[in-house]
């Protein structure tokens, strides 16, 4: 598989609810003072700069220097034929960026092979809730991320907003596979293509002038903070909702899980002094940086709203499904994020998800026997397995390539 992609969060009540619904019509700039300290970080040491002013300098000013000579086709065109993490770079690239990839590959000497195979065994027996919420819940976070889901409507991805939404959860999936990080695997090829294109992001938002109109004063795009919210929409909140419908997880479990998903941030190029270390520690950055940012778009709307007709249309063809679609994904990111991304209320769907969904976890975990799952969970389980086929299908085939132009008109 050559695609993935990003994103997400989440947050229900706690924090979120102390600002109230709809009133922080444009959250764009409440972010926090930056307190979190590198000594909770992978590296335990940093200097501790607001990540806000932090970017990817080496690779910002490779890339921006790729698409100013109009070499992005030719680079592309190579890239393509990178597609797993044990083959060489092609030769053929420019020099320059060939080398700068080559470091980036590498995994930090940190990692441990041991943690990420117990990673790769959770990701496996855990799939359905990890594809749920890394996958599907995810991009209904990420429209509510406005930074991001700004700078994905008005990047070149947005003028096909349809491909650009179901790629939009890719990452997920790939991080999760068996072999993500192993020799035939492809996590490390699409984490570095990734950091490519973020650098591209960051050269040609900046030109685009609804952009600009949008940024709430923000000059560059996808800045490290920004990168550590998005990545505590993925593991911080697939974490926090597995903890909340009581799947049994070990600490072994859980230390591998946090472990693959901070080798994926740093392999993305987020610094090891901003990696939190710990899941207490993710949990604090994650108050910090993410709780605070999650707010209502027009764009945002506008995704979600693609992105669930989507659903909808694949899990029944007619839509007549839509209800439950809704409902799933209010489910998903709770009351707070669904309002800020417009999901409809769905009284019947939702009563039904929240009686059954504990049910299934606990049927699922051996935990209760089959007569007390209540049939409609069936349903349920069935439409929640259609969401995660439904992107696992289309991000097949998907590549990841540079952007040359930002979204047109
Ligand atoms: C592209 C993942 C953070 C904005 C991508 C792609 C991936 C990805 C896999 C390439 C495939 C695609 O086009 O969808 C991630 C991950 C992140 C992250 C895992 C953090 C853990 C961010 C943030 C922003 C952002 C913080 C903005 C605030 C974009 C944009 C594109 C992109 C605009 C390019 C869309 C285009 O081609 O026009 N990201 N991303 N990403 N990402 Fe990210």
Redesign the pocket.
Known sequence: MDG????RVLLTGGTLGAFGALSMASPAHARSLWTWAPSGSVAGKGAGLDPDWVWDEEVDRLVAAVIDRGDVPRVNELLRQWTRNDQPLPTALPADLREYMERARQLPAWADRAKLEVAAEFNKSRGLYLNLLNGVGGGMLSTAIP??AR??YY????ADMEDRVA??S??GFAVGDLNAFRPDGDVIV?AVK?RL??AA?RHLLPQSPAWARTSGGQTV??SQA??L???HS?PTYAMRKMLEWKVPITSTEAEGYLHVWQVT?HM?GIRDEYIPATWDEADAQSKQVLDPVLGPTPEGVELTDILLGQLAEQTSPGGIDRPLVNALGRYLVGDQVADWDGIPEEPFWEKAIATAWPKLVAFREKLIPLPLVPPLAWTIDEAARKYILFYLTKGQGTE?SI?ETNRPG
């Open positions: 993935l992609s990003r994103r930074r991001e700078s994905v990047s070149k991805g947005g790629k939009t890719m990452l699409q990734t294109v973020h992001v795009p996808i920004d990168m919210v998005t990545w993925l941030a993305l990841i952007p």
